[in-house]
């Protein structure tokens, strides 16, 4: 589904949602649940792109269901993973998911399957630029959340949920203090959608956004 400026929803995949941005450059954000690669790569051959000619998958943070089928699309397409510096040990396997998400993926192995790891995930920063797209990196749901922002568009990850928008539930949140300070940082862009891991695409009015705003 053509959401807006060339971003997709791929609505098979389940989990979060996973987006292909074609525009200027194809990649995808985020990868849903463990299995969710054949889902992926068939909409993409759908919407006539290769594969192997994807810039890359970037993945907004460590969540199983964002990053549950990334190391299946590296092994069968060779696309190179990028994440943020923070993020990459939780992604790789090198260090446990804190609290209650370190059972997650052990939850949902039944139903989709066992999360594997990527042997390899590039690092970005803090105002990286990535295929025109800015990184800002916006932690608080989880350390080294990022969120991409490109003229008036924002892929948010679960910093915000769509619809009413609203926050990730707090007994999900790594740190409530940050996760406050990442949302002043983004709405100070102008910000026409604001697509998120879950609920719908929304029109960022000041509707939403304007009781986030510290008067």
């Not at 943020?84 to 139903?111: C, D, F, M, N, T």
Request: one cysteine or more.
């Amino acid at each position: 589904m053509l959401i807006t400026d060339g971003i997709h929803l791929i609505e098979q995949v389940k989990g979060s949602h996973c987006f292909l941005v074609t525009d200027p450059e194809p990649f995808i954000v985020d990868t849903g649940l463990p299995g969710q690669e054949k889902a992926i790569i068939n909409f993409l051959k759908q919407t006539g792109i290769k594969p192997q000619d994807l810039r890359g998958i970037l993945l907004t943070h460590y969540d199983v269901d964002h990053v549950g089928s990334a190391a299946a699309l590296q092994e069968l397409t060779g696309v190179e993973l990028y994440a943020h510096e923070l993020e990459i040990p939780y992604i790789s396997g090198q260090a446990i998911r804190p609290g209650l998400k370190r059972w997650l993926p052990l939850l949902v192995r039944p139903l989709h399957g066992k999360l594997t790891y990527p042997l390899k995930v590039i690092p970005l920063q803090d105002r990286d630029n990535f295929c025109e797209w800015e990184i800002i990196h916006t932690p608080g749901h989880t350390p080294g959340h990022i969120a991409l922002y490109r003229n008036g568009v924002g892929i948010v990850g679960d910093l915000f949920q769509g619809g009413n928008i609203r926050l990730a539930p707090a007994f999900f949140t790594w740190d409530k203090h940050k996760l406050m300070e990442s949302v002043q940082k983004l709405i100070q862009y102008p910000l026409r959608w604001i697509l998120p891991g879950h609920g719908p695409a929304t029109a960022a009015s000041a509707r939403w956004l304007d009781h986030f705003k510290i008067k």
